[in-house]
């Protein structure tokens, strides 16, 4: 997928083409996640739309639940979706900065035998 050190940087589109693919990839992450929990909420807690978008929301970025679980069953989903989430958070992230860091090692050729 990425150029190996003996070809040259790809070209600014290229590399903004990537990033835009990978930003894309990223947000579809994210989305996708949020729909997953707020249809978590909706079925184990009988949230609203609107308060399972916020507690998933809150989730995804760090911040813990708005309104804590009644049901056993919404327990248990929000510890899952606590855990899922943490892991949601750190590859989103990764997958915005990978290319960003590849084209800054790849200028400076960088070698793993250094």
Same mark, same amino acid.
């Given at each position: 997928?990425?150029?190996?050190?003996?070809?040259?940087p =790809?070209?600014? @589109?290229? %590399? =903004?083409?990537? *990033?835009?693919l990978?930003?894309?990839?990223?947000?579809?992450l994210?989305?996708?996640? !949020?729909? @997953?929990g707020?249809?978590?909420?909706?079925? %184990?807690e009988? *949230?609203?739309?609107r308060?399972?978008? =916020?507690?998933?929301?809150?989730? /995804?970025?760090?911040?813990?639940?708005?309104?804590?679980?009644?049901t056993?069953?919404?327990k @248990? &989903?929000?510890g899952?979706?606590? /855990?899922?989430?943490?892991l949601? %958070? !750190?590859?989103a992230t990764? /997958?915005? %900065?990978?290319p @960003?860091l590849h084209?800054?090692?790849?200028? &400076?050729?960088?070698?793993e035998s250094q």
């Amino acid at each position: 997928m990425y150029e190996s050190r003996k070809h040259p940087p =790809l070209p600014r @589109i290229h %590399f =903004l083409r990537r *990033l835009a693919l990978h930003a894309a990839a990223s947000m579809g992450l994210v989305l996708g996640s !949020i729909v @997953i929990g707020m249809v978590g909420y909706g079925y %184990f807690e009988g *949230l609203a739309w609107r308060d399972a978008f =916020l507690n998933s929301a809150m989730l /995804l970025g760090g911040m813990g639940p708005v309104d804590a679980p009644k049901t056993d069953g919404g327990k @248990i &989903f929000a510890g899952l979706y606590a /855990l899922y989430a943490g892991l949601v %958070f !750190i590859v989103a992230t990764g /997958l915005l %900065f990978v290319p @960003i860091l590849h084209r800054l090692l790849h200028k &400076f050729h960088w070698d793993e035998s250094q």
